[in-house]
C-alpha cells in the first residue's frame, strides 16, 4: 500500500484534530496517562517528528474518526481517519528510568513522569485542599485519581525527585523538569514546597526546571523560587474570564484574574520575559474572542499563553463536556501564533515548562 508522508502542515492540522477529537488505539497497550493531573486520559504520539499527548481514554477518543493499526515490525503505527490512510505515526517507547526503583522499592513512574519527548513532570504534591469538596473544586480536576489507583504516592520528597531526575537526565536525555504542586495552603499556595524541591533537583543535576503554583500572597516567592533553582514559572488561569472561572473552578477563582495579573507583572522582571506562562483551557465555555483578548494582555506583560484543548476526563464532573471542535481550536490558535511571531516571544525560547514542551497543544505549530 502506498502511504502518504505526513508534511509540516499537515501535521500541525492533524494535531489540532486529533487533540480536539481523540484516537483509538485498540488492544495494543503500551504506555498511556489514565487519570491523575497533568494531560490524562492521553498517550504520546509523534506526528511528523513532533511528539505530542493525544486523548486515548475518553469517551470522545473512543468514537474518534481517528484509529491507529497495531506497530508494525519498524514499530510504526497507520493513522487512519475514516478508513482513509494519512500516514505513519509513532508511539514513544517507555523511558529507561521507568525500569528503576529507589532503595525502599518505589518504582521511579510513581514519582516523575515522560511528557511529551523529553519532559520530566512531577506532581509534588498530589492533593489539594479543595480537591475534597464538590463546592471548592476544580471540576476537571482529577489529581486524586491516580494517588487512589495506586499509580503514584501522595508526597514526592525532594530526595526522591533528585534521585529520579538525575536518573532520567543520564538515562534518557531528559532536556527540562516541571513540578507542579496540589494547592496545600492558601498563603504561599505551594511556593515552599517548590523551592525545597527545586534546590534539590538543581543540586543534584544540571537540569533546568519550571514551577507551577497558584499566585502566592507574597510575591517576594518569585524571587525564592528563582534563587532555588527554577528557570522559569507557571501559574495557571485555566478559563479567561472571571465568570467561567467561578462556574468551572469556584476555589481558585477566588484567586481573581486581576489578581493573576499583577502576579505576573511582579513575576516578569524576576523570571525574565516569556519565561512566565499560563495555562488556558479553550473549551470551558470562554470564546475564541475572550481568549484572545487576554492574550493580548498576558503577552504584553511578557507572559506565555499557552492555550490547551480541554480534555473532559472520566470520573470528573465534566466527564461528560464536549471537546472543543478542531475549528475552534484553529480560530484561536492561528491568530495566537500570529500575535507571538509579531512580540517574538516563543516555545523554543522558553527555557523549562509546559510551553517549552509543547505536547499538549499545537500551539507551537502555528507560531511558525
Known sequence: M??????????????????????????QGGVTRKGGAGPSDHKA????????????????????????????????????????????????????????????????WKIALLHGRDTLATTVHQTCIRYAERRTSCQFCAIGQSLDAGRTIAYKTPAQLAEVAKAAVELDHVRDMVLTTGTPNIVDRGAAVLAESARAIRDAVDLPLQVQCEPPR????????????????????????????????????????????AAFASAVPVFGRGQVNTYLLAGLGDTADEILALARRLIALGVYPFVVPFVPISGTPLENHAPPSPDFMKSILAPL??????????????????????????LSAYER
Open 337 to 362: 501564533g500570529g500575535m507571538l511571531r509579531e512580540a517574538n516571544m516563543k516555545s523554543t525560547d522558553i527555557r523549562a515548562g509546559c510551553g517549552r514542551c509543547g505536547a499538549c497543544s499545537s
Open 45 to 108: 504520539v509523534t506526528i511528523a517528528g513532533q511528539t505530542v499527548m493525544v486523548p486515548v481514554h475518553t469517551a470522545d477518543a473512543r468514537r474518534s474518526p481517528f484509529q491507529a493499526s497495531v506497530p508494525s515490525a519498524d514499530g510504526s503505527s497507520l493513522l487512519v481517519r475514516d478508513g482513509q490512510a494519512l500516514g505513519r505515526i509513532r508511539f514513544p517507547a517507555p523511558p529507561r528510568f521507568y525500569g528503576l526503583a529507589t532503595a525502599e522499592g518505589i518504582p521511579y
Open 218 to 261: 507574597d510575591h517576594a516567592w518569585f524571587g525564592r523560587l528563582r534563587d532555588a533553582g527554577a528557570d522559569s514559572l507557571g501559574m495557571h488561569l485555566e478559563a479567561a474570564t472571571q465568570a467561567v472561572r467561578e462556574r468551572i473552578m469556584p476555589g481558585k477563582a477566588t484567586v481573581s484574574v486581576e489578581r493573576y495579573l
Open 2 to 27: 502506498n502511504v502518504p508522508t505526513i508534511g509540516t502542515v499537515a501535521g500541525r492540522q492533524l494535531i489540532t484534530d486529533l487533540q480536539s477529537l481523540g484516537l483509538q488505539i485498540g488492544e
